[in-house]
């Protein structure tokens, strides 16, 4: 099952930008990463079989803040 999963991060530098591509590229299933910025910093990962939990909390480990927005399945 396809899913895209959205999660708020800050990307205020490109260390930060590093650190996130960094964590979702190695995450297992991911296949596309994708940065949105329109009024607040997020990120869109498309994969297969992507544990949304886990990779939040990666994120989090590595930049003090992440928040799960939308976990969606796609067709």
Avoid: H, W, Y
């Avoid at 260390?15 to 995450?27: E, F, N, R, W």
């Avoid at 990962?45 to 976990?71: C, H, M």
Wanted: aromatic share 2%.
């Amino acid at each position: 099952m396809k899913q895209k999963i959205v999660i708020e991060v800050p990307l205020n530098c490109t260390k930060c930008k590093k650190k996130v591509l960094t964590v979702c590229t190695t995450a297992e299933g991911v296949t596309a990463v994708k940065f949105i910025r329109d009024g607040k910093d997020r990120v869109e990962i498309i994969g297969e079989g992507v544990d949304a939990a886990q990779v939040t909390q990666d994120l989090r480990n590595k930049l003090k803040f992440a928040k799960l927005v939308n976990v969606s399945k796609l067709d």
